[in-house]
């Protein structure tokens, strides 16, 4: 049995609504520019009839590094299976397209080992216990039992092999890495990776994550596909499965376009857009069965566009949002069968709130089963939220859930024309 509820606080909330698309517009404005510059040259790179011949990833980088030097252009990445040690780093408007569903970036098996010395923070060395099986090219992480996490990870690539276990690395350590707190070096890296790049590509790529033999990096240093510092990326027609680590992760990005993607079974998130990323387009992706969340918008995330994407049966949140990740608009989506809530905005206090955030015609729909199947999770003080002509609730069967529960703490929350599909309770206001 469906319910049409119709939630209104005050008008300022509908002020609020005209701002929100005002603002998306200007966000439409800028992503659906063109996403790349391609220049004249091409380069074919492939394992067999290529300009460039090789099945790993130093094949791969030359090509792309030579399109670099000259300017800009296209990298074609010939059917195959490519053997990764370190990731494809897409350089300034160099557009890389693979077959689809036939070119394949496969993950290395990892390795891991002690330091044997402590790598101290802006080190631009590390000594490994063990460096059997470390190679000059390698992609590796470092990290110890106290900075394990989130940006305290330090990716690089060996660069230079100095003594028997010593590595020079291409980037100095961000912290200092101890031995008495179990410091660790891993062969461990995103798959493709961009730091510091503006005007590049990537489409028609399938990243193997060879989970069962790798190890974890956290989704703020690594991802199948991975951004840094990059403006007017694009991600388009990749497939990201079985990665050890999130899916697609954009950090401190703008302008980043992620449309017609796969992004399944990865252990951590779908899709992570986060710290600062402004004006992401987020489109027509299928985020499915992934470790944690399906789609996990972080820290700053503003202006984003999130249109026509399925986020199913992940075993965290469906969408999760919180710490100032203002003015998006989430759209159009189908949002089912992921094991805690459907959406969920995390608790923040006042300034570090949500806010002016929308949420349309979406289908929220079957979510929260280990957490008493409530549909949407509004916790501390996020303000000016818009649910219009949604469905949430049930597919099936009547349900003792809640439709949304909205913390008291959240100023002008709006709801209006939603169907509230077999559910007990369609809105409720909760203290937390």
């Known amino acids: 049995m469906s319910t049409p509820q119709r939630y209104l606080m005050p008008a300022s909330a509908m002020t609020a609504a005209a701002a929100m698309i005002l603002l998306t517009a200007a966000a439409a404005t800028w992503s659906e520019q063109p996403t790349t ?46 053997q990764m040690r370190n990731a494809l780093i897409l350089r300034d408007n160099v557009h890389v397209s693979g077959e689809p569903g036939k070119t394949i970036l496969a993950a290395c098996s990892a390795l891991k080992t002690p330091l044997a010395a402590d790598g101290d923070c802006r080190e631009r060395q590390i000594t490994l216990q063990d460096p059997s099986g470390f190679q000059v090219g390698d992609g590796v992480a470092i990290y110890d039992d106290h900075y394990k996490s989130g940006f305290e990870v330090t990716t690089a690539t060996l660069t230079a092999r100095v003594d028997e276990r010593t590595f020079q690395i291409s980037a100095p350590l961000y912290l200092d890495y101890l031995v008495s707190r179990k410091a660790v070096c891993c062969l461990a890296f995103p798959v493709v990776g961009g730091w510091n790049v503006k005007n590049a590509g990537v489409e028609g790529l399938t990243i193997d994550g060879n989970q069962a033999k790798a190890e974890y990096v956290d989704g703020c240093r690594a991802g199948g ?37 796969l992004c399944e079974n990865n252990t951590g998130l779908g899709l992570h857009p986060g710290s600062g990323s402004q004006h992401p387009v987020v489109r027509r992706n299928r985020s499915l069965n992934n470790g944690d969340d399906g789609l996990y918008v972080c820290w700053r995330v503003k202006y984003g566009r999130f249109e026509d994407n399925e986020i199913r049966g992940n075993h965290g949140v ?115």
């Open 225 to 261: 596909i991975y951004l840094f510092e990059s403006d007017n990326i694009s991600v388009r027609h990749c497939v990201v499965r079985n990665y050890k680590g999130d899916g697609i992760s954009f950090q401190v990005s703008q302008h980043v376009t992620v449309e017609d993607c």
């Open 318 to 432: 469906g969408v999760s949002i919180g710490h100032k990740d203002t003015d998006n608009l989430f759209r159009g989506n189908l949002i089912s069968a992921n094991a805690k809530a459907g959406v969920l905005f995390r608790e923040e206090s006042q300034p570090m709130g949500a806010h002016r955030n929308v949420f349309e015609s979406n289908r929220i729909l079957d979510n929260g089963a280990k957490e008493g199947n409530v549909s949407i999770v509004i916790r501390g003080h996020h303000d000016d939220l818009v649910f219009r002509k949604n469905t949430i609730g049930c597919s099936k069967t009547a349900s003792p859930g809640v439709g949304i529960r909205c913390a008291k703490e959240s100023n002008r929350f709006q709801a209006d024309d939603n169907q509230f599909v077999n559910l007990q309770k369609p809105i409720e206001r909760a203290e937390r």
């Open 37 to 82: 510059r391609v220049g004249a040259v091409e380069v074919r790179v492939g394992i067999d009839d290529s300009d460039i011949r090789g099945s790993d990833h130093r094949a791969l980088q030359a090509a792309v590094d030579y399109a670099a030097k000259l300017g800009g252009g296209t990298v074609r990445i010939g059917p195959g299976q490519y």
